[in-house]
């Protein structure tokens, strides 16, 4: 689809001309108007335009000075004059700036339709030749980026498409968006960026933009970046983030700042506004760890209590703390973070790793926001909580039983004599039968479920440790010890200490 802008100073004439013709029909849409020459040249400035219409007599600037400054900016413009003058001279200068009608008002509808049809024509031959040129040229450049060819061929493939660069100092800059741009409006920001910056801009596999630029220095390059940034806020409508990679002395390494540029776009992850990515800013987050008030012992609670709802706030708000932490934390730490607590929950429900949980890995790995990982994460927790469930169904009346039971009476002494006992049922059988229905074994289940109550007392209590143990089922306070340990990797004194509840967020 072509984009078309009415200009005329009479209100009454552009809505007669939306109505006239039936834009959609020829594959046109109209982005906009004006009523004059200098306003339209504003709002062309920050938009693509394909062809303009527009009236020859108008204040502040008239048609034929609107039509050479559109020219002069995009040569490709087709340009059709509407006037109530039929003046020869202001035909010639209509001619002279490659006009493709001068229509007189009131317009022929008939004249119109055949004007714009051949405008169309004009464009498509045009596109076709110039896209041909363009994926050939952007091809070549992908394929040095990436090192995927040799020194002798990327030099006579920058010649053959006549690829001259200023200057020796030269960077590339990886443009990323937060939502998809449509493929013609992303054709336009490529070639106003390679007209405003007089670079090489091209579009990579993925929709993102990438520019290759060259300056005298460092801070020419600051300067560029700036503008870029200015740029592109005023025409595209969602975030975007250039990520800057190093300055290299040649063409043959270009790649090494394509390398770096990619390794900075990771810290979109942890920027909520649109952003010039630098060494400057990535040097903010150095060092930083993730400390919040959340803990994981509390979502393995909410788990094993099939707490859904409040598993999944645990979720939101541990990364809403991250979010408006007064300490920068980087990406590495953040995605790291993330896989920690996936690696936790599947030690917790006794899940082994899967091709699906590679995939879900993988896309941490990948994700550019902290509300993409969180969206990750309930997904992965939905998923957790549907098999439990669905292995809760298939439990015997005895074993869901013999659950609650342990769950509430975790502190008495428990075995699978006194439980079988309870339940009318054989030792070794319930023994299996548990085994069986759960994936564990008896005893570490008790072990387990007793170990979980201990934290939440040492975290939420004063109480000593060896007391503590005793509380929760453990007559050996020496045993308990050997225990938590044999479990935990500490002892219960020293994760006490690491895990207070008087711990600062972050």
């Known amino acids: 689809m072509y984009n078309v802008f009415l200009v005329d100073d009479e209100p009454f004439i552009i809505e007669g001309m939306k109505a006239l013709v039936p834009w959609e029909d020829y594959g046109l849409h109209v982005v906009g108007d004006a009523s004059n020459g200098s306003e339209a040249l504003a709002m062309i400035e920050n938009m693509h335009v394909d062809i303009l219409l527009t009236d020859i007599m108008m204040p502040v600037m008239d048609g034929l000075q609107l039509i050479s400054s559109v020219k002069e900016r995009n040569s490709d413009v087709k340009c059709i004059v509407l006037s109530g003058y039929q003046e020869f001279n202001y035909v010639k200068k209509g001619m002279g700036l490659g006009i493709e009608n001068y229509l007189l008002k009131p317009v022929n509808e008939q004249e119109l339709h055949f004007t714009l049809l ?73 070639k106003e960026i390679e007209r405003k910056f007089k670079s090489v801009c091209i579009i990579n596999p993925d929709g993102e933009l990438i520019l290759l630029a060259w300056a005298e220095n ?12 200015g740029f592109l806020a005023s025409s595209v409508p969602c975030l975007h983030y250039s990520s800057v990679g190093c300055l290299v002395p040649s063409i043959k390494e270009i790649h090494r700042s394509y390398d770096r540029a990619k390794e900075l776009s990771s810290y979109r992850l942890v920027l909520s506004e649109s952003s010039v990515i630098t060494e400057d800013v990535t040097r903010q987050y150095a060092g930083s760890t993730i400390a919040t008030s959340y803990e994981i012992d509390d979502l393995k609670r909410h788990i094993v209590s099939q ?40 030690k917790e429900v006794n899940d082994s790793a899967t091709t699906q949980t590679v995939a879900i890995v993988k896309s941490i790995l990948e994700s550019h926001s902290l509300r993409q990982i969180v969206k990750i994460l309930i997904d992965y927790l939905g998923t957790v909580f549907e098999k439990i469930e669905a292995k809760s169904e298939h439990q015997s009346p005895v074993i869901k039983s013999v659950m609650r039971h ?42 387990h479920i007793r170990l979980e109550k201990a934290k939440q007392l040492l975290r939420d209590t004063h109480e000593k440790a060896g007391q503590i143990g005793k509380m929760v089922g ?33």
């Open 474 to 506: 453990y007559s050996d306070s020496a045993y308990f010890y050997k225990q938590f340990k044999k479990a935990v990797g500490i002892t219960p004194s020293a994760w006490r200490t690491m895990n207070n509840r008087t711990k600062n967020p972050v």
């Open 307 to 346: 707490e859904k709802e409040s598993a999944f706030r645990w979720i939101e708000g541990v990364f809403d703390q991250i979010a408006q932490s007064r300490k920068k934390v980087s990406p590495t730490s953040i995605r790291g973070f993330a896989i920690d607590i996936i690696t936790s929950v599947q």
């Open 218 to 229: 460092e801070a020419e390059i600051v300067g560029k970046m700036n503008m870029l940034h």
């Open 406 to 447: 342990i769950q509430e009476n975790y502190h008495e002494e428990l075995s699978l004599k006194t439980l079988s006992h309870k339940f009318h049922m054989n030792s070794i059988y319930l023994g299996q039968l548990f085994q069986k229905e759960t994936g564990f074994v008896f005893s570490e289940y008790i072990n």
């Open 118 to 190: 051949n405008c169309i024509e004009k464009l498509e031959k045009s596109t076709n030749h110039e896209e041909a040129y363009t994926v050939l040229r952007d091809n070549t450049i992908w394929r040095g980026l990436n090192q995927e060819i040799d020194e002798k061929e990327w030099r006579e493939r920058i010649d053959l498409y006549q690829l001259e660069f200023g200057c020796k100092n030269l960077v590339v800059v990886l443009v990323q968006f937060s939502e998809k741009i449509e493929d013609s409006a992303l054709t336009w920001v490529r």
